[in-house]
Structures are given as structure tokens and as C-alpha cells.
């Protein structure tokens, strides 16, 4: 199966960055969707951004030009910029394929005003 490991979370200023990593290992199929979800108290869980094994990205509306997600392998990352209070999460990696479907625990971005 595979494990996913999220890191870079953390408290910023509302107008900062973050820039949050997804390590993957295990058994991986070469064609798979890597991506990032996030959760606020009380609210369900989105689906942020997401990249496919071409590289081809996909955006929520409201992070569209402030997030950009990348891949390298089975290593995903997210670039938060100009953070907003309403970002604030518990961020969660995400991998699909047709054999598999795994969840990372989650690292918390805190945006403060």
C-alpha cells in the first residue's frame, strides 16, 4: 500500500506563503492523481488543487492564482501565497489510482489577520 507524509504547515500572517510537501512511498502505480484537500471545523472537506501523472493541474476557484501545485515522482507540494484567514485548515495529501487510494494525516495552516 502506500503511505503519504505531509509537512509545512504552520501559523502565518494573513498576505504570507506557505509551501507544503507531500512525500509518497509504497507500491505506486505509474499513472495516478496526486492531490490536496483541506478541512476547517465545521465545514467539509474540499479538494484544493489536483495533478495528474502528465502534470496537468486543477484548481479550486478560490485558490486559482494565489496556489500552485507541483509533482516531482510521487512527491507533490503545494505553493500558498497571499494567505487568507478563510485558508485556514487542516491540509491533507491525497493519491488515487485505479489501485489504490490513500490519505496522508494532515498538517495544519493557521492564517491569522
Known amino acids: 500500500q502506500v503511505q503519504l507524509v505531509e509537512s509545512g504547515g504552520g501559523v502565518v500572517q494573513a498576505g504570507g506563503s506557505l509551501r507544503l510537501s507531500c512525500a509518497a512511498s509504497?507500491?505506486?502505480?505509474?499513472?495516478?492523481?496526486m492531490g490536496w484537500y483541506r478541512q476547517a471545523p465545521g465545514k467539509q472537506r474540499e479538494l484544493v488543487a489536483s495533478?495528474?501523472?502528465?502534470?496537468k493541474p486543477t484548481y479550486v476557484d478560490s485558490v486559482k492564482g494565489r496556489f500552485t501545485i507541483s509533482r516531482d515522482n510521487a512527491n507533490v507540494y503545494l505553493q500558498l501565497n497571499s494567505l487568507k484567514p478563510a485558508d485556514t485548515a487542516v491540509y491533507y495529501c491525497?493519491?488515487?489510482?485505479?489501485?489504490?487510494?490513500?490519505w496522508g494525516q494532515g498538517t495544519q495552516v493557521t492564517v491569522s489577520s
Open positions: 509504497g507500491s505506486i502505480s505509474s499513472i495516478n492523481i
Open positions: 491525497n493519491l488515487r489510482s485505479s489501485y489504490s487510494a490513500s
Open positions: 495533478i495528474s501523472s502528465d502534470g
